[in-house]
């Protein structure tokens, strides 16, 4: 990087440089900006989560994108971790029937956090930074589409981190009748062994499939009991799936549909918190 042109201001570098693709990874109240100066200017842009904070700024991109016919793609890695790729297959397989209740949570250590997340104008909401994570994952893995949101969010419990929200709990509706829950929160002790500690429960009609780091990946069905999956789908990278799409005409694994449903969902759980009312998606 000692050799690398740097610029102050994003729009100057678009202007002056002709990249092959443009990664936006600036804050949550910047990324809109970032997306849609990029594909004004007809450049394939990849971008942090989600590309919007808000539902006119999502609007501003889906005009941008889709009016200079630019490939997008979002960074939503978690789908393509084995375990969360071996529940998707077991749906798919029809093991557990039609899914028809999820559960899921995110739970985080708090850690040093930089200032821009303890402002509302750039951080947007927890629901938003890491709310899409699950999110994404409950539908992609589920099959299903999410109707209706329902949020709560809160400050509770540490001082100085002013607008960050350290707990959320968000329902959905599915598009089937079923239900869907997911909740946050950044209270994961320094002692924990991981970052994070996500969880993801798919309940069918036939059966039940779960991960969780404790336990991996998980399935029990009307004829099989309670067992570990030890055989898991290989693993990939959403960077090099997104640049496969681009360069070598690879059909994209997380669809511009995809990326558009996930952030309407999750715009959608952001806004019922703010203004306190059920929000369809």
């Known amino acids: 990087m000692a050799n690398a042109r740097r610029y102050d201001d994003f729009r100057g570098m678009l202007k002056a440089e ?3 693709v ?5 804050t949550n109240g910047q990324r809109a900006a970032g997306v849609i100066a990029a594909a004004e200017r007809k450049f ?6 989600p590309l919007a904070a808000s539902r006119a700024e999502l609007n501003a991109v889906k005009k941008a994108v889709d009016g200079n016919g630019v490939p997008v793609g979002m960074l939503l890695p978690m789908r393509y971790a084995p375990p969360y790729r071996a529940l998707k297959r077991i749906v798919e397989s029809g093991d557990i029937g039609e899914v028809i209740q999820i559960s899921s949570q995110k739970s985080y250590k708090l850690g040093n956090r930089p200032e821009w997340f303890k402002k509302q104008e750039t951080y947007g ?6 709310g899409v994570h699950m999110i994404d994952l409950m539908s992609w893995a589920s099959g299903r589409k999410f109707a209706e949101a329902a ?5 509770v419990g540490f001082q100085g981190l002013g607008d960050m929200e350290t707990t959320t709990a968000t329902s959905f509706s599915l598009d089937n009748g079923g239900t869907a829950t997911l909740h946050m929160d950044y209270c994961l002790p320094e002692t924990a062994t991981a970052h994070g500690d996500d ?7 036939k059966g039940v499939a779960e991960y969780m780091a404790a336990t991996g990946a998980t399935v029990a069905t009307a004829s099989s009991k309670p067992a570990r999956i030890t055989e898991l789908p290989a693993g990939g990278s959403v960077f090099v799936d ?5 360069f070598n005409g690879k059909a994209a694994s997380l669809t511009k549909q995809e990326i558009y449903a996930v952030c309407d969902a ?3 759980a952001h806004e019922s918190a703010v203004h306190h009312k059920m929000v369809r998606v």
């Open 266 to 268: 999750t715009v959608a």
């Open 125 to 130: 909401s927890t629901i938003i930074w890491i």
């Open 22 to 26: 443009v990664a936006v990874c600036n």
């Open 18 to 20: 002709k990249p092959d």
């Open 199 to 205: 969880r993801l429960r798919l309940s069918g009609t």
């Open 242 to 246: 997104f640049l496969d799409h681009v």
């Open 44 to 49: 394939p842009v990849i971008a942090e989560k």
């Open 151 to 155: 949020s709560f969010m809160g400050r």
